[in-house]
């Protein structure tokens, strides 16, 4: 009978690094390092090619790769420029597997709880750090959204409007991405759900609710309306879809 010891031994093969992604690495420590700071241009590929001691496609796949991670920014006939990422560089990175998640089962459904959570804290947040300008701001979207009524395309803008306007409330760039993205992915069923008869004037109370919580400074208040709107809104949105079929 043969031991555990005999059996033969099943393993992953070992990964062999690719040069593009070494010199990407490398790369990538000496723009966080300050060598090559934002705003500068890095050298040109001949040199570069020489510096790492490899050929023209190792280098133009690594720095096709820091242009992916908004590291970089490149352009036909011109050297790569160092480049400072933003908030919509995540994000634009994320939306192709954001989509495809989105396409599945229940994609839809668990998109719809990270929005609800996610916009919860934002509610709360902007109730804690909005200034009289940002209360300003918050009612005139409010107005906006309150004028579009009767108008579906106007009335989804205003709408989206008013969420984006919480989002820049909170005085963080991620938050105002994540906003953005998170409405993108989402806009067929927002969609559906603003066309049923009553769903504006649902819509627009709920906005109100929040609007006046944050206008209050009352934390728990907006966090608690937010959570209210958007529980009526996923309804809304599974009335459209039983209509739908």
Do not use: C, Y
């Not at 309306?225 to 309804?235: C, K, N, Q, S, Y």
């Amino acid at each position: 009978m043969n031991s555990a010891a005999d059996a033969p031994l099943r393993v992953r093969p070992v990964r062999r690094h690719r040069l593009w992604e070494d010199i990407a690495h490398r790369l990538e420590e000496m723009i966080q390092d300050g060598t090559f700071p934002p705003g500068t241009l890095l050298p040109p590929e001949r040199e570069l090619m020489r510096l790492f001691d490899v050929g023209r496609p190792s280098i133009r796949e690594a720095l096709f790769a820091l242009h992916r991670m908004g590291l970089v920014r490149v352009s036909t006939g011109e050297r790569a420029s160092v480049t400072t990422p933003t908030p919509d560089t995540l994000i634009a990175h994320l939306s192709g597997a954001a989509r495809a998640f989105l396409s599945q089962g229940d994609g839809a459904t668990h998109f719809q709880d990270a929005r609800a959570l996610f916009e919860t804290g934002i509610a709360r947040l902007a109730a804690l750090r909005a200034t009289d300008a940002d209360i300003d701001r918050l009612r005139q979207a409010l107005d906006a959204n309150a004028a579009a009524r009767g108008d579906a395309r106007k009335f989804e803008q205003a709408d989206v409007a008013f969420h984006f306007a919480l989002a820049q409330t909170t005085k963080n760039p991620i938050f105002a991405a994540v906003h953005e993205a998170l409405v993108d992915w989402l806009t067929s069923q927002r969609t559906i759900a603003l066309r049923l008869p009553h769903a504006e004037a649902v819509a627009l109370d709920g906005h109100r609710r929040i609007f006046d919580a944050v206008a209050a400074h009352d934390a728990e208040a907006s966090g608690a309306a937010m959570d209210r709107h958007l529980r009526e809104i996923a309804e809304l949105i599974r009335d459209g879809a039983e209509i739908g079929r």
